[in-house]
């Protein structure tokens, strides 16, 4: 049986939005910092002066700099680098993570478990073995019909080993 690959990779224009908005987001949050005179209260429950509001502001900007580093990131090692999920006849092929370019090779026979998981609009296939856990992300596949495609091929082919190591269909 020919093995059935799936292209993984970032999708570039979305990135390089949501980048932009983080940007313009740091950028006033470092502008509200540099200006800020004033206390603040959250949710009428923390009350800081001048001085801890602008430490406040500071470190959400250092952590939507840090996001905007971590997306660079992301980008530059995904670049020019061909990810794919592959499954074979006998193993499910597939990198590590999304900034990860390390692939992870895992036989039918040694997963444990498939489930699914959706978190805040994104789905993911979590593939349980006997190293942990390897984490597919639809977000990083071309759309969800190939997401869903490649979570019914898996599960077909790992109860398909499971129930006596039968060529799965």
């Known amino acids: 049986m020919e093995p059935i690959i799936y292209p993984y990779k970032t999708k570039v224009v979305k ?3 949501i980048s932009i908005f983080l940007a313009a987001l740091a950028a006033f949050m470092g502008y509200t910092a540099v200006t800020n005179e004033q206390g603040l209260i959250l949710n009428g429950i923390i009350k800081m002066g001048p001085m801890g509001a602008t430490i406040f502001f500071w470190v959400i900007t ?3 700099v840090f996001g905007l580093a971590v997306i660079a990131l992301g980008l530059i090692k995904g670049r020019g680098i061909q990810r794919n999920v592959v499954l074979t006849d006998t193993t499910i092929s597939a990198p590590k993570s999304a900034l990860n370019n390390n692939i992870v090779t ?5 997963i444990h478990d498939v489930t699914t998981q959706r978190v805040s ?3 993911f296939v979590n593939i349980h073995h006997p190293e942990g856990k390897l984490v597919i992300s639809d977000a990083m596949l071309p759309n969800k019909k190939v997401f ?3 979570v019914e091929s898996l ?4 109860v398909a080993f499971r129930i006596g190591g039968l060529e799965p269909t």
């Open 148 to 150: 869903e495609e490649l």
């Open 121 to 123: 609009g994104q789905h």
């Open 62 to 64: 250092l952590i939507m």
């Open 106 to 110: 895992i036989a039918y026979t040694d």
């Open 15 to 17: 990135t390089v939005i």
């Open 155 to 158: 599960s077909q082919r790992v």
